[in-house]
């Protein structure tokens, strides 16, 4: 409500404002432009849109997957000021080949300023190696990282897209495909850590024995 309504092209490349085309994107419309819409035009062109942060370490990248609150923007932002590099903040879109997964971390990140945007200093795509389902903790518990099965990976995968709500039944079964194959190709954890930003060099340690 209050903002433009947005055309997208069937091939997913082109997306405009009928009736105000060639004006400034500004606010909500940008918010629009960069959010659903850019979301949904990648996903038409199979570039499925996690609602994750991402941060690599050494030669392994990995998604950061759970509710808004869960800590996946801390967590990232910390690994991203100790050693790791920061890949995303709240949305990593991602594409399935035959033998691999890969992040392009190239998406504007609505929550980061641009001279705060990640991308800037990584390359158009990277292997994603690994998700971890973040989960709370109680404040007294310590963090714990557990294997997923590919059945679990798979869920995640599908809960954890961003934008699912606007597909129609065709793009659906193709996201449940893509979906199907990560998940058996992806290693899967569940990572469960309160949300104490004392904890996250705890949580640090766990995830650089994965890697």
């Not at 432009?33 to 990995?62: Q, Y």
């Not at 808004?68 to 709240?90: E, F, I």
């Not at 504007?108 to 709370?136: G, T």
Request: glycine share 8%.
């Amino acid at each position: 409500e209050g903002g433009s309504d947005f055309h997208i092209s069937p091939d997913g490349r082109e997306i405009t404002r009928p009736g105000r085309e060639g004006e400034p994107l500004e606010g909500l419309d940008r918010e629009i432009f960069l959010g659903p819409a850019l979301v949904l035009a990648r996903s038409m062109r199979e570039t499925w849109c996690l609602h994750a942060s991402a941060a690599r370490f050494k030669d392994t990248t990995i998604a950061f997957l759970g509710e808004s609150g869960y800590g996946k923007s801390t967590l990232a932002g910390h690994l991203g000021r100790s050693g790791w590099v920061r890949v995303a903040d709240d949305i990593l879109p991602v594409t399935g080949e035959a033998d691999r997964v890969l992040a392009w971390p190239h998406f504007p990140q609505l929550k980061l300023p641009e001279e705060q945007q990640p991308a800037r200093f990584l390359p158009e795509s990277l292997p994603l190696d690994a998700i971890c389902l973040v989960a709370p903790a109680g404040a007294d518990e310590s963090p714990r990282i557990e294997a997923l099965t590919s059945t679990e990976a798979v869920t995640a995968l599908l809960s954890h897209t961003a934008g699912t709500r606007m597909f129609w039944p065709e793009l659906l079964a193709k996201h449940l495909a893509f979906c199907a194959n990560a998940g058996g190709q992806l290693k899967a954890y569940r990572l469960t850590y309160p949300h104490r930003r004392d904890a996250l060099p705890q949580v640090q340690e766990l995830l650089e024995k994965i890697c």
